[in-house]
């Protein structure tokens, strides 16, 4: 399966800045990605899917102007939390969508604390 | 959102076979079943997936009724790290980026596996 990685696994900031978090497809270029959130003990809620070159649609409910996806190339995406809060804090995890377009390969996550 | 309900929590002893159910009654005819396992704090990972057939690989044996409302996962031989969150989900064949392959995952089943 592919290979995927995260920047950075955890981060902790403080209410009111902006990070962005990577996600990086290490042997296959994937045209398309998913990101998902992730909150203690419960199960991942897709925010988005990626696509290579153009907008990210995003799921009902998700802020896209708060939730900035960018996939400019075929092995990155970044998804950027814009003005966090304490209630952005989570567990952000991102997949490709490899092995003939049928199977999503995830990505180890990043945590996220806002203070 | 998930088209597919499994139990909350299920045990099972070190090296029995972990048999794992799954019900996804509204299942499209062109809608394939994948399983992933979550570790505490890591993101998914890939077992197995399937159309109609039963499927097996190095993890796991997947099998399928012939009307595809249900499936079961079998561990052959669970061992201690095989504890994890199991999910069950039905890949949706037209999703809102109108291409489909989106994951909305369920709450899963937590597997736990006794010495």
């Known amino acids: 399966g592919a290979v995927v990685s995260q920047h950075p696994s955890w981060v902790i900031c403080k209410s009111g800045t902006s990070v962005k978090i990577e996600c990086r497809s290490l042997d296959f270029q994937a045209t398309t990605m998913f990101w998902y959130r992730q909150f203690p003990k419960q199960s991942l809620m897709l925010m988005a899917t990626?696509?290579?070159?153009?907008?990210?649609?995003?799921e009902q409910g998700v802020e896209k102007d708060k939730f900035l996806i960018n996939h400019a190339s075929l092995t990155l995406s970044t998804l950027t939390v814009t003005s966090a809060h304490p209630e952005d804090s989570s567990f952000y995890i991102c997949?490709?969508?490899?092995?003939?377009?049928?199977?999503?390969?995830f990505g180890p996550g990043t945590r996220l604390l806002v203070l | 959102d998930a088209k597919t309900t499994q139990p909350t929590s299920m045990d099972c002893a070190e090296g029995r076979a972990a048999n794992l159910p799954c019900n996804h009654s509204?299942?499209?005819?062109?809608?394939?079943v994948y399983w992933y396992r979550q570790i505490h704090s890591q993101g998914p990972q890939y077992i197995i997936h399937?159309?109609?057939n039963n499927e097996t690989n190095e993890m796991a044996s997947l099998i399928i009724t012939e009307d595809r409302k249900s499936s079961t996962l079998i561990l052959p031989h669970a061992t201690l790290r095989d504890t994890a969150v199991y999910y069950c989900?039905?890949?949706?064949?037209?999703?809102?980026?109108?291409?489909?392959?989106?994951?909305?995952f369920g709450t899963g089943t937590s597997l736990t596996v006794i010495p």
């Open positions: 997949s490709v969508l490899a092995g003939g377009q049928e199977t999503q390969y």
């Open positions: 990626s696509n290579e070159g153009s907008k990210a649609t995003y």
């Open positions: 989900i039905v890949r949706t064949s037209k999703g809102k980026s109108n291409t489909g392959n989106q994951f909305y």
């Open positions: 509204t299942i499209s005819g062109n809608e394939y």
């Open positions: 399937g159309l109609k």
